[in-house]
Protein backbone atom coordinates (compact mmCIF):
# COMPACT_ATOMS: atom_id res chain seq x y z
CA UNK A 1 0.00 0.00 0.00
CA UNK A 2 0.85 3.23 -0.56
CA UNK A 3 1.96 4.28 3.51
CA UNK A 4 1.50 7.36 4.92
CA UNK A 5 4.03 8.01 7.24
CA UNK A 6 1.64 9.81 10.01
CA UNK A 7 -0.13 9.09 12.80
CA UNK A 8 -3.39 7.20 11.93
CA UNK A 9 -6.93 8.72 13.87
CA UNK A 10 -8.19 4.88 13.54
CA UNK A 11 -6.12 2.22 15.13
CA UNK A 12 -6.90 -1.54 14.29
CA UNK A 13 -9.35 -1.58 17.59
CA UNK A 14 -11.53 0.73 15.85
CA UNK A 15 -11.68 -0.90 12.31
CA UNK A 16 -15.37 -1.95 13.59
CA UNK A 17 -16.35 1.74 13.56
CA UNK A 18 -14.81 2.32 10.02
CA UNK A 19 -18.45 1.92 8.20
CA UNK A 20 -18.02 2.25 4.65
CA UNK A 21 -14.31 3.24 5.21
CA UNK A 22 -13.40 -0.22 5.27
CA UNK A 23 -13.48 -0.99 1.82
CA UNK A 24 -10.67 1.78 0.98
CA UNK A 25 -8.91 0.33 4.16
CA UNK A 26 -8.88 -2.66 2.37
CA UNK A 27 -7.55 -1.47 -1.17
CA UNK A 28 -5.01 0.72 0.58
CA UNK A 29 -3.46 -1.95 2.69
CA UNK A 30 -3.67 -4.86 -0.46
CA UNK A 31 -2.53 -2.35 -3.27
CA UNK A 32 0.99 -2.98 -4.56
CA UNK A 33 1.90 0.31 -5.32
CA UNK A 34 4.88 0.76 -3.81
CA UNK A 35 7.11 0.72 -6.61
CA UNK A 36 4.91 3.10 -8.43
CA UNK A 37 5.01 5.71 -5.10
CA UNK A 38 8.75 5.51 -5.22
CA UNK A 39 9.07 5.93 -8.70
CA UNK A 40 6.76 9.25 -8.46
CA UNK A 41 8.81 10.23 -5.90
CA UNK A 42 12.13 10.24 -7.07
CA UNK A 43 10.67 12.16 -9.99
CA UNK A 44 9.17 14.70 -7.60
CA UNK A 45 12.54 14.98 -5.95
CA UNK A 46 12.83 17.80 -3.59
CA UNK A 47 9.84 20.04 -4.84
CA UNK A 48 7.03 21.64 -2.98
CA UNK A 49 5.17 18.87 -1.79
CA UNK A 50 2.25 20.63 -0.73
CA UNK A 51 -0.26 17.75 -1.48
CA UNK A 52 2.32 14.38 -1.11
CA UNK A 53 2.21 11.58 -3.94
CA UNK A 54 1.24 9.00 -1.65
CA UNK A 55 -2.09 10.80 -0.88
CA UNK A 56 -2.86 11.94 -4.03
CA UNK A 57 -2.69 8.60 -5.12
CA UNK A 58 -4.95 7.08 -2.28
CA UNK A 59 -7.99 9.61 -3.24
CA UNK A 60 -7.63 8.12 -6.87
CA UNK A 61 -8.15 4.79 -5.27
CA UNK A 62 -11.08 6.55 -3.16
CA UNK A 63 -12.95 8.00 -5.96
CA UNK A 64 -12.82 4.07 -7.87
CA UNK A 65 -14.06 2.48 -5.19
CA UNK A 66 -16.86 5.06 -4.37
CA UNK A 67 -18.03 5.52 -7.81
CA UNK A 68 -17.00 9.13 -8.09
CA UNK A 69 -17.72 9.66 -12.38
CA UNK A 70 -15.13 12.79 -12.28
CA UNK A 71 -12.17 14.28 -10.34
CA UNK A 72 -14.87 17.38 -9.22
CA UNK A 73 -17.35 14.62 -7.40
CA UNK A 74 -14.19 13.50 -5.87
CA UNK A 75 -13.16 16.50 -4.56
CA UNK A 76 -16.42 17.50 -3.29
CA UNK A 77 -16.62 14.47 -1.60
CA UNK A 78 -13.07 15.07 0.26
CA UNK A 79 -14.10 18.67 1.11
CA UNK A 80 -17.10 17.23 3.94
CA UNK A 81 -15.43 13.61 4.78
CA UNK A 82 -12.72 13.91 7.29
CA UNK A 83 -12.04 10.80 8.00
CA UNK A 84 -11.65 9.84 4.14
CA UNK A 85 -9.39 12.92 4.04
CA UNK A 86 -7.38 11.00 7.19
CA UNK A 87 -7.73 7.83 5.41
CA UNK A 88 -5.94 9.33 2.00
CA UNK A 89 -2.97 10.91 3.59
CA UNK A 90 -4.19 15.02 3.50
CA UNK A 91 -3.46 17.01 6.42
CA UNK A 92 -6.02 19.66 7.92
CA UNK A 93 -8.89 20.57 5.94
CA UNK A 94 -7.19 20.93 2.56
CA UNK A 95 -8.32 19.32 -0.85
CA UNK A 96 -5.90 19.52 -3.77
CA UNK A 97 -7.78 22.09 -6.33
CA UNK A 98 -8.28 20.90 -9.98
CA UNK A 99 -4.82 21.44 -11.21
CA UNK A 100 -3.07 19.48 -9.02
CA UNK A 101 -5.01 16.38 -9.83
CA UNK A 102 -5.13 16.92 -13.73
CA UNK A 103 -1.10 17.52 -13.27
CA UNK A 104 -1.15 14.20 -11.37
CA UNK A 105 -2.68 11.89 -13.80
CA UNK A 106 -0.96 13.43 -16.41
CA UNK A 107 2.22 12.10 -14.72
CA UNK A 108 0.50 8.84 -14.24
CA UNK A 109 -0.15 8.46 -17.70
CA UNK A 110 3.07 8.25 -18.37
CA UNK A 111 3.51 5.58 -15.96
CA UNK A 112 0.92 2.96 -17.36
CA UNK A 113 3.52 0.25 -17.39
CA UNK A 114 3.99 0.59 -13.32
CA UNK A 115 -0.16 0.06 -12.91
CA UNK A 116 -0.11 -2.59 -14.96
CA UNK A 117 2.25 -4.23 -13.09
CA UNK A 118 0.43 -3.94 -9.81
CA UNK A 119 -2.06 -5.55 -11.69
CA UNK A 120 0.28 -8.47 -12.68
CA UNK A 121 1.46 -8.68 -9.24
CA UNK A 122 -2.19 -8.75 -7.87
CA UNK A 123 -3.20 -11.49 -10.19
CA UNK A 124 -0.10 -13.37 -9.17
CA UNK A 125 -1.14 -13.26 -5.38
CA UNK A 126 -4.45 -14.53 -6.28
CA UNK A 127 -2.19 -17.67 -7.76
CA UNK A 128 -0.52 -17.73 -5.14
CA UNK A 129 -3.75 -17.67 -2.08
CA UNK A 130 -6.45 -18.73 -3.97
CA UNK A 131 -6.90 -23.02 -4.60
CA UNK A 132 -7.31 -23.48 -7.88
CA UNK A 133 -6.79 -20.18 -9.20
CA UNK A 134 -6.99 -20.06 -13.07
CA UNK A 135 -8.21 -23.10 -13.50
CA UNK A 136 -11.12 -22.57 -15.52
CA UNK A 137 -11.01 -19.42 -17.49
CA UNK A 138 -13.70 -17.36 -19.33
CA UNK A 139 -13.57 -14.94 -21.80
CA UNK A 140 -15.85 -11.31 -22.86
CA UNK A 141 -15.91 -8.07 -24.73
CA UNK A 142 -17.33 -5.50 -23.07
CA UNK A 143 -18.98 -2.95 -24.77
CA UNK A 144 -17.25 1.13 -23.03
CA UNK A 145 -19.48 4.09 -24.31
CA UNK A 146 -18.01 7.24 -25.12
CA UNK A 147 -19.77 9.73 -24.19
CA UNK A 148 -17.83 12.90 -25.99
CA UNK A 149 -18.66 13.96 -29.70
CA UNK A 150 -16.87 12.07 -32.60
CA UNK A 151 -13.86 13.42 -34.32
CA UNK A 152 -14.75 15.09 -37.67
CA UNK A 153 -12.04 15.81 -40.63
CA UNK A 154 -10.13 18.67 -40.61
CA UNK A 155 -10.84 19.59 -36.97
CA UNK A 156 -8.23 20.01 -34.76
CA UNK A 157 -8.17 18.60 -30.89
CA UNK A 158 -10.07 20.64 -28.86
CA UNK A 159 -10.38 18.39 -26.07
CA UNK A 160 -14.28 17.90 -26.33
CA UNK A 161 -13.70 14.93 -28.85
CA UNK A 162 -12.98 11.79 -28.36
CA UNK A 163 -10.03 11.16 -31.44
CA UNK A 164 -9.64 7.54 -30.21
CA UNK A 165 -12.56 6.09 -30.11
CA UNK A 166 -14.69 4.26 -33.00
CA UNK A 167 -17.85 2.06 -34.08
CA UNK A 168 -18.76 -1.20 -32.82
CA UNK A 169 -21.09 -3.52 -33.67
CA UNK A 170 -22.37 -6.73 -31.71
CA UNK A 171 -24.92 -9.04 -33.19
CA UNK A 172 -27.48 -11.34 -31.10
CA UNK A 173 -29.19 -13.81 -32.51
CA UNK A 174 -31.28 -16.61 -31.71
CA UNK A 175 -34.37 -18.62 -32.24
CA UNK A 176 -38.12 -18.67 -30.71
CA UNK A 177 -40.37 -21.12 -29.45
CA UNK A 178 -42.06 -21.40 -33.10
CA UNK A 179 -38.96 -22.09 -34.39
CA UNK A 180 -38.06 -18.71 -36.23
CA UNK A 181 -35.01 -17.33 -35.87
CA UNK A 182 -34.47 -13.28 -34.96
CA UNK A 183 -31.60 -11.14 -35.24
CA UNK A 184 -30.34 -8.32 -33.34
CA UNK A 185 -27.38 -5.35 -33.92
CA UNK A 186 -26.33 -3.42 -31.51
CA UNK A 187 -23.87 -0.37 -32.59
CA UNK A 188 -21.62 1.82 -29.71
CA UNK A 189 -19.45 4.39 -30.10
CA UNK A 190 -16.35 3.83 -28.13
CA UNK A 191 -13.66 1.19 -26.75
CA UNK A 192 -13.92 -2.42 -25.94
CA UNK A 193 -12.56 -4.40 -22.98
CA UNK A 194 -11.24 -7.62 -23.60
CA UNK A 195 -11.15 -9.60 -20.77
CA UNK A 196 -10.23 -13.09 -18.96
CA UNK A 197 -11.46 -13.57 -15.75
CA UNK A 198 -11.24 -16.66 -12.93
CA UNK A 199 -14.61 -18.34 -13.95
CA UNK A 200 -14.37 -19.94 -10.39
CA UNK A 201 -13.46 -16.86 -8.04
CA UNK A 202 -14.78 -14.04 -10.62
CA UNK A 203 -11.52 -11.93 -10.76
CA UNK A 204 -9.78 -11.11 -13.80
CA UNK A 205 -6.77 -12.57 -14.95
CA UNK A 206 -5.93 -10.21 -18.33
CA UNK A 207 -6.82 -7.81 -19.64
CA UNK A 208 -6.58 -5.50 -22.99
CA UNK A 209 -8.43 -2.39 -23.97
CA UNK A 210 -8.68 -1.35 -27.60
CA UNK A 211 -11.08 0.97 -30.02
CA UNK A 212 -14.57 -0.82 -30.15
CA UNK A 213 -14.00 -1.86 -33.71
CA UNK A 214 -11.30 -4.54 -33.31
CA UNK A 215 -11.74 -8.39 -33.48
CA UNK A 216 -12.69 -10.28 -30.60
CA UNK A 217 -10.89 -13.05 -32.00
CA UNK A 218 -7.63 -11.22 -32.53
CA UNK A 219 -7.39 -10.01 -29.13
CA UNK A 220 -8.20 -13.44 -27.32
CA UNK A 221 -5.39 -14.31 -29.47
CA UNK A 222 -3.23 -11.78 -27.98
CA UNK A 223 -4.25 -12.62 -24.86
CA UNK A 224 -3.19 -15.66 -24.70
CA UNK A 225 0.24 -14.98 -25.73
CA UNK A 226 0.60 -12.31 -22.88
CA UNK A 227 -0.48 -14.95 -20.48
CA UNK A 228 2.23 -17.46 -22.13
CA UNK A 229 4.74 -14.71 -21.65
CA UNK A 230 3.79 -13.23 -18.30
CA UNK A 231 1.61 -16.02 -16.40
CA UNK A 232 2.79 -19.32 -17.56
CA UNK A 233 1.98 -21.04 -14.31
CA UNK A 234 -1.75 -19.91 -15.23
CA UNK A 235 -1.70 -21.80 -18.22
CA UNK A 236 -0.16 -24.64 -17.48
CA UNK A 237 -2.87 -24.63 -14.52
CA UNK A 238 -5.62 -23.84 -16.72
CA UNK A 239 -8.13 -26.77 -17.59
CA UNK A 240 -11.15 -25.29 -19.15
CA UNK A 241 -11.78 -21.58 -21.64
CA UNK A 242 -14.72 -20.85 -22.16
CA UNK A 243 -15.88 -18.51 -24.30
CA UNK A 244 -19.33 -17.47 -26.52
CA UNK A 245 -19.82 -18.16 -30.00
CA UNK A 246 -18.08 -14.52 -30.76
CA UNK A 247 -14.42 -16.70 -30.26
CA UNK A 248 -16.00 -19.48 -32.77
CA UNK A 249 -12.34 -19.76 -34.74
CA UNK A 250 -10.27 -22.95 -35.84
CA UNK A 251 -6.92 -21.12 -34.76
CA UNK A 252 -8.20 -20.62 -31.14
CA UNK A 253 -9.75 -24.08 -30.68
CA UNK A 254 -5.95 -25.77 -31.99
CA UNK A 255 -3.99 -23.36 -29.70
CA UNK A 256 -5.59 -23.96 -26.76
CA UNK A 257 -5.62 -27.88 -26.93
CA UNK A 258 -2.45 -28.50 -28.85
CA UNK A 259 -0.35 -25.95 -27.72
CA UNK A 260 -1.78 -25.87 -23.65
CA UNK A 261 -4.16 -28.87 -23.51
CA UNK A 262 -6.89 -26.40 -22.35
CA UNK A 263 -10.23 -28.08 -23.11
CA UNK A 264 -12.34 -24.74 -25.39
CA UNK A 265 -15.14 -24.82 -24.56
CA UNK A 266 -17.06 -22.36 -26.56
CA UNK A 267 -20.08 -22.25 -28.67
CA UNK A 268 -20.45 -22.60 -32.26
CA UNK A 269 -22.04 -20.76 -35.17
CA UNK A 270 -24.33 -22.69 -37.88
CA UNK A 271 -22.10 -21.99 -40.66
CA UNK A 272 -23.36 -24.77 -42.77
CA UNK A 273 -26.60 -24.13 -45.46
CA UNK A 274 -30.04 -24.71 -44.22
CA UNK A 275 -30.52 -27.86 -46.63
CA UNK A 276 -27.84 -29.26 -44.76
CA UNK A 277 -28.51 -30.43 -41.74
CA UNK A 278 -26.05 -32.83 -41.28
CA UNK A 279 -23.11 -34.85 -42.73
CA UNK A 280 -21.53 -38.24 -43.42
CA UNK A 281 -18.16 -38.63 -40.99
CA UNK A 282 -15.76 -40.01 -43.20
CA UNK A 283 -15.80 -43.76 -44.23
CA UNK A 284 -18.70 -44.16 -42.21
CA UNK A 285 -22.03 -44.27 -44.30
CA UNK A 286 -24.38 -44.99 -41.50
CA UNK A 287 -22.78 -42.34 -39.06
CA UNK A 288 -23.53 -38.79 -39.07
CA UNK A 289 -23.06 -35.82 -37.16
CA UNK A 290 -24.67 -32.12 -37.16
CA UNK A 291 -23.10 -28.91 -37.11
CA UNK A 292 -22.90 -28.81 -33.08
CA UNK A 293 -20.56 -31.97 -33.34
CA UNK A 294 -23.49 -34.10 -32.38
CA UNK A 295 -22.72 -37.86 -33.64
CA UNK A 296 -25.49 -39.91 -34.81
CA UNK A 297 -26.01 -43.45 -36.09
CA UNK A 298 -28.72 -44.54 -38.45
CA UNK A 299 -30.30 -47.61 -38.12
CA UNK A 300 -30.09 -50.07 -41.56
CA UNK A 301 -33.93 -51.34 -41.23
CA UNK A 302 -35.86 -48.09 -39.35
CA UNK A 303 -33.69 -45.66 -40.77
CA UNK A 304 -33.81 -43.82 -37.28
CA UNK A 305 -30.99 -40.95 -36.27
CA UNK A 306 -30.24 -41.97 -32.56
CA UNK A 307 -28.00 -39.64 -30.88
CA UNK A 308 -24.85 -41.66 -29.80
CA UNK A 309 -23.23 -42.02 -26.52
CA UNK A 310 -20.31 -39.80 -25.39
CA UNK A 311 -17.70 -41.99 -23.90
CA UNK A 312 -14.65 -39.89 -23.87
CA UNK A 313 -11.11 -38.47 -25.40
CA UNK A 314 -8.49 -40.75 -26.46
CA UNK A 315 -5.60 -37.91 -26.13
CA UNK A 316 -2.61 -39.65 -27.49
CA UNK A 317 -4.94 -41.03 -30.71
CA UNK A 318 -6.68 -37.91 -30.74
CA UNK A 319 -9.90 -39.50 -31.07
CA UNK A 320 -13.33 -38.97 -29.21
CA UNK A 321 -14.79 -42.51 -28.83
CA UNK A 322 -18.47 -43.11 -29.05
CA UNK A 323 -20.67 -45.92 -28.16
CA UNK A 324 -23.68 -47.53 -29.74
CA UNK A 325 -26.79 -45.93 -28.04
CA UNK A 326 -28.23 -49.72 -27.97
CA UNK A 327 -25.69 -51.37 -25.86
CA UNK A 328 -25.55 -47.85 -23.92
CA UNK A 329 -29.00 -46.85 -22.83
CA UNK A 330 -30.39 -50.55 -23.51
CA UNK A 331 -32.69 -48.65 -26.45
CA UNK A 332 -34.23 -51.62 -28.78
CA UNK A 333 -32.91 -51.11 -32.66
CA UNK A 334 -34.34 -53.62 -34.38
CA UNK A 335 -31.29 -53.45 -37.13
CA UNK A 336 -28.43 -53.71 -34.15
CA UNK A 337 -27.58 -57.09 -35.60
CA UNK A 338 -26.38 -55.58 -39.30
CA UNK A 339 -25.23 -52.35 -37.77
CA UNK A 340 -21.07 -51.70 -39.15
CA UNK A 341 -20.98 -50.39 -35.46
CA UNK A 342 -20.85 -53.03 -32.80
CA UNK A 343 -20.12 -51.13 -29.70
CA UNK A 344 -18.18 -48.31 -30.70
CA UNK A 345 -16.47 -45.76 -32.90
CA UNK A 346 -13.85 -43.33 -33.12
CA UNK A 347 -14.20 -39.80 -34.44
CA UNK A 348 -11.01 -38.25 -35.35
CA UNK A 349 -10.64 -34.56 -34.52
CA UNK A 350 -8.69 -33.90 -37.45
CA UNK A 351 -12.61 -34.52 -39.08
CA UNK A 352 -13.20 -31.02 -38.40
CA UNK A 353 -11.27 -29.14 -35.26
CA UNK A 354 -14.29 -26.43 -35.30
CA UNK A 355 -16.77 -28.78 -35.03
CA UNK A 356 -14.74 -31.61 -32.95
CA UNK A 357 -13.26 -30.50 -29.98
CA UNK A 358 -11.89 -31.95 -27.45
CA UNK A 359 -15.02 -31.59 -25.05
CA UNK A 360 -17.63 -32.65 -27.42
CA UNK A 361 -20.37 -30.04 -27.15
CA UNK A 362 -23.16 -32.54 -26.83
CA UNK A 363 -21.75 -33.72 -23.31
CA UNK A 364 -23.29 -32.95 -20.48
CA UNK A 365 -19.77 -31.89 -18.91
CA UNK A 366 -19.75 -28.74 -21.87
CA UNK A 367 -23.08 -28.02 -20.60
CA UNK A 368 -22.40 -27.22 -17.18
CA UNK A 369 -18.83 -25.68 -18.15
CA UNK A 370 -20.36 -23.45 -20.64
CA UNK A 371 -22.53 -21.66 -17.61
CA UNK A 372 -19.50 -20.80 -16.29
CA UNK A 373 -19.08 -18.01 -18.74
CA UNK A 374 -21.75 -16.10 -16.79
CA UNK A 375 -18.83 -14.94 -14.71
CA UNK A 376 -16.86 -12.95 -16.75
CA UNK A 377 -20.62 -11.09 -17.41
CA UNK A 378 -20.88 -10.61 -13.85
CA UNK A 379 -17.96 -8.87 -13.85
CA UNK A 380 -18.53 -6.67 -16.60
CA UNK A 381 -21.81 -5.86 -14.55
CA UNK A 382 -19.99 -4.99 -11.49
CA UNK A 383 -17.74 -2.68 -13.82
CA UNK A 384 -20.85 -0.61 -14.78
CA UNK A 385 -22.54 -1.11 -11.24
CA UNK A 386 -19.86 -0.59 -8.50
CA UNK A 387 -17.18 1.48 -11.05
CA UNK A 388 -19.07 3.84 -12.44
CA UNK A 389 -18.60 2.78 -16.71
CA UNK A 390 -22.50 3.28 -17.40
CA UNK A 391 -22.04 7.03 -16.45
CA UNK A 392 -18.69 8.57 -16.88
CA UNK A 393 -16.46 11.39 -18.60
CA UNK A 394 -13.54 9.35 -20.12
CA UNK A 395 -12.06 10.03 -23.23
CA UNK A 396 -9.34 8.78 -25.59
CA UNK A 397 -7.55 5.51 -24.95
CA UNK A 398 -5.35 6.11 -22.94
CA UNK A 399 -7.26 7.42 -19.91
CA UNK A 400 -9.67 4.61 -20.86
CA UNK A 401 -7.12 1.70 -20.27
CA UNK A 402 -5.88 4.14 -16.73
CA UNK A 403 -9.59 3.92 -15.82
CA UNK A 404 -9.68 0.31 -16.39
CA UNK A 405 -6.41 -0.88 -15.20
CA UNK A 406 -7.87 1.00 -11.53
CA UNK A 407 -10.99 -0.89 -11.72
CA UNK A 408 -9.67 -4.36 -12.66
CA UNK A 409 -6.53 -3.33 -9.38
CA UNK A 410 -9.21 -2.52 -6.71
CA UNK A 411 -11.14 -5.77 -7.80
CA UNK A 412 -8.50 -8.40 -6.82
CA UNK A 413 -7.23 -6.05 -4.05
CA UNK A 414 -10.45 -6.04 -2.01
CA UNK A 415 -10.73 -9.66 -2.92
CA UNK A 416 -7.39 -10.63 -1.18
CA UNK A 417 -8.16 -8.42 1.79
CA UNK A 418 -10.98 -10.69 2.40
CA UNK A 419 -9.46 -13.67 2.48
CA UNK A 420 -6.54 -12.50 4.47
CA UNK A 421 -8.91 -11.24 7.39
CA UNK A 422 -10.61 -14.26 6.90
CA UNK A 423 -13.72 -13.55 5.38
CA UNK A 424 -13.94 -15.49 1.92
CA UNK A 425 -17.51 -15.00 1.93
CA UNK A 426 -17.64 -11.26 1.10
CA UNK A 427 -14.66 -11.21 -1.52
CA UNK A 428 -16.66 -11.03 -4.56
CA UNK A 429 -18.82 -7.65 -3.36
CA UNK A 430 -17.49 -4.93 -3.85
CA UNK A 431 -19.72 -2.67 -1.66
CA UNK A 432 -20.45 -4.55 1.46
CA UNK A 433 -18.67 -3.62 4.65
CA UNK A 434 -18.08 -6.64 7.33
Not at 281 to 287: S, V
Not at 343 to 352: K, T, W
Request: aromatic share 10%; with cysteine.
Amino acid sequence: MAIIPQPRLFGWEDLEGLGDLERLRLVLENMPDEALMRHLERERGWGRDDYPIRAMWNSILAGVVYQHPSIESLRRELSRNGQLRDMCGFKGDKVPPSWAYSRFLTNLFKHRELVDEIFENLVEQCYRLLPDFGRNLALDGKPLDSHARRKKAGLAPDGRRDLDADVGAKIYRGERADGTTWEKIKYWFGYKLHLIVDADYELPVAFKVTPASHSEVKQAHALINELRVNKPEILNRCETFTGDRGYDDSKLIITLWDDYGIRPVIDIRNLWQDDEPTRSLTGRDNIVYDYRGTVYCCCPQEFKLREMAYAGIEKKRGTLKYRCPAKHYGIECKGQQSCPVKSSIRVPLSEDRRIFTPLPRSSYRWKDLYKKRTAVERVNSRLDVSFGFEHHFIRGLRKMHFRCSLALCVMPAMALGRVKEKRPDLMRSLVRSA
